[in-house]
């Protein structure tokens, strides 16, 4: 009997946390759902009396009777942006992986550890010079400009990824295609790239979540609404007098979309990159 | 383990990287620092020197003054909250329990959401409406449930202020911590608490001797983690409070966006651009540095 009073508790506690972890989650979906003539702030908590998807349409599309943008245009943004950030920030990761585990030269540690820093700073540490040098660069207010920043800033975290993945895959594998006649490239093209399915897993799907969900370098790098990523463009809507608050809340639920599909069906590999963002490989 | 051969085709495929990483990372570090030096503390660029003047100030200032002391808090708060709750739900859920799944993912679900979006949300939870509106987010949910004693002014409140966005920082990153933990508990070798518990230890003992010993260097990673994203915090503030009633929901990475891109003040944004870099690399460098050297 005793055993069964601590599971009891254990069940107890753990439906506490439910409920403080599910209340924001509820709150989205249930106002997103609600008709304007439900939507009310006395009433905030009630479920739905049936789906309606106006306040979403109207925080897709923005209406110019009262003088707002939707998110459409920035959720195109986002993907556009998403897309290639994602991919060559990956493909850097893999090369950089590669060279640091299994061609590590004079330095190559040090060299790790200094670009390993990178995902660590603040970023206010380096917006100032990044502005001016994107304005040089004519890439200032871009979606180019931005995804090159993403690229760069997400070099650390992508080749820490590839490493700590290239790290279980055995040299003798390589030193053998080697005595065979492969080169460095040779070797990567045939023995470690197509081994990479897993590591290019984790380091995309955290990539592109990061990138989706990044607000700094969205705000400074693109401060003209036609080219803002989502999240810039969410934090404007919620911003403004105008906008009622279920469709800024409809917009939020927009805006987590994409990464929670992430989250649902690939979430295996959102974890492992999680883990290794904590350096434990 | 490394491959032996030609030496330089590596390096020639990392270069890029080192020269990317070199020019934006520690290149635009030393050109805010240089900036943090000058006058320029207006639209047009003005380099001539000041010494340490922009810190002087800085440091003068009782908005950074306020900002250092909120992001105090915030940090106690949220990586304490954090360790112990993730602690907990990871201790709970590795019981064997029915749904453990579905528990873990639920709780690390908020870590997919950008900031952004959490902000929107809690802003409207913890609105604490107006006497026209009455009780309207959570106070309401508390009014009904006969909390009423939790009902409170939230971020409006500048007694409370920073602490509430602690609290929507919990919910997105215990859950993390959780995370951690359950990994280190299914490391801790089953044999090992079997003897203890043949040995006659009770639950409490092989807890406190066995299972936290072995979680020691999570939480040291961990406190690591999540101390330099609340020193860096900013999203959050954005989308939830902004600066709050008497800069009560203020913090340093949120005045050196405000002071230098609406401001225009540069030079001051900068100096608080470093003393923020130096307080992370405080935290990170000997991490780093401890973490590698064991590897190797």
């Known amino acids: 009997m005793k055993i069964s009073v601590t599971r009891l508790l254990i069940y107890i506690i753990l439906a506490i946390f439910t409920i403080f972890y599910i209340i924001p989650m509820y709150i989205m979906i249930a106002t997103g759902m609600k008709s304007f003539a439900e ?31 939707g998110l459409s245009g920035s959720f195109f943004n986002s993907v556009l942006l998403v897309i290639p950030a994602t991919i060559i920030s990956a493909l850097f990761g893999s090369l950089n992986g590669y060279v640091l585990t299994k061609w590590r030269f004079y330095g190559s540690d040090l060299i790790f550890t200094m670009i390993l ?153 959102f974890l492992r990159g999680l883990m290794q963002g904590s350096l434990k490989g | 383990m490394q491959i032996k051969g030609d030496k330089w085709t590596p390096i020639l495929f990392i270069t890029p990287s080192i020269v990317a990483i070199g020019i934006f990372i520690y290149g635009f570090i030393g050109w805010t620092s240089f900036i943090s030096f000058t006058k320029w503390n207006n639209v047009l660029p003005d380099y ?53 799944g579905i528990f873990r993912n639920l709780f690390l679900l908020p870590m997919a959401l950008s900031f952004i979006v959490s902000g929107v949300i809690w802003h409207w939870l913890f609105n604490p409406g107006s006497i026209q509106m009455g009780n309207i987010g959570v106070n309401q949910l508390f009014e009904k449930v006969g909390l009423n004693f939790l009902i409170c002014g939230w971020y409006t409140d500048p007694n409370i202020g920073i602490k509430a966005v602690a609290i929507a920082a919990i919910w997105q990153f215990s859950g993390y911590t959780m995370a951690l933990y359950l990994a280190g508990l299914k490391g801790i070798p089953l044999e ?41 915090i900013f999203d959050l503030i954005v989308a939830m409070t902004g600066s709050g009633p008497a800069f009560s929901s203020d913090v340093p990475a949120f005045f050196m966006y405000d002071t230098t891109f609406r401001g225009n003040h540069f030079a001051q944004g900068a100096s608080i651009a470093i003393i923020l870099l130096l307080l992370v690399s405080l935290l990170i460098i000997p991490y780093l540095i401890t973490t590698f050297r064991k590897e190797a």
């Open chain 2, 48 to 100: 001539t020197l000041v010494g340490f003047e922009n810190y002087r100030k800085l440091f003068a200032n009782m908005r950074f003054q306020i900002d250092l002391h909120n992001t105090l808090v915030f940090t106690v708060i949220f990586v304490t909250s954090c360790l112990l709750i993730g602690l907990l739900l990871a201790v709970l859920i590795d019981q064997r329990i029915k749904g453990e």
């Open chain 1, 39 to 69: 939507v009310s702030l006395d009433t905030m908590w009630n479920l739905p009396l049936s789906l309606n998807f106006n306040s979403f349409s109207l925080a897709w599309v923005g209406s110019i009777k009262q003088g707002f943008r």
């Open chain 1, 117 to 269: 820093f990178g995902m660590f700073i603040p970023y206010q540490s380096i917006v100032i010079p990044l502005v001016l040098t994107l304005q040089k660069l004519h890439v200032y207010g871009t979606i180019p400009g931005l995804i090159l920043v993403h690229v760069i800033y997400g070099i650390p975290i992508s080749t820490l990824i590839f490493r700590n993945y290239y790290i279980t895959v055995p040299t003798e594998m390589i030193e053998a295609s080697k005595i065979d006649g492969a080169n460095f490239f040779g070797i990567y093209r045939w023995v470690i790239f197509p081994l990479s399915t897993p590591g290019f897993a984790v380091a995309m799907i955290w990539q592109f979540t990061s990138i989706w969900n990044d607000f700094l370098f969205g705000l400074i790098v693109t401060p003209n609404p036609a080219s803002q990523p989502i999240t810039v463009a969410l934090n404007n809507l919620a911003g403004s007098y105008i906008v009622q608050w279920n469709v800024q809340i409809a917009g939020a639920l927009l805006t987590a979309l994409p990464p929670i599909l992430v989250y649902i069906f690939l979430g295996k590999f």
């Open chain 2, 192 to 232: 090992l608490r079997e003897a203890a518990a043949i040995d006659g230890a009770s639950k409490w003992k092989i807890f406190y001797y066995i299972t936290l010993p072995f979680l020691r260097p999570i939480t040291f990673g961990a406190i690591i983690i999540l101390g330099h994203i609340s020193l860096k």
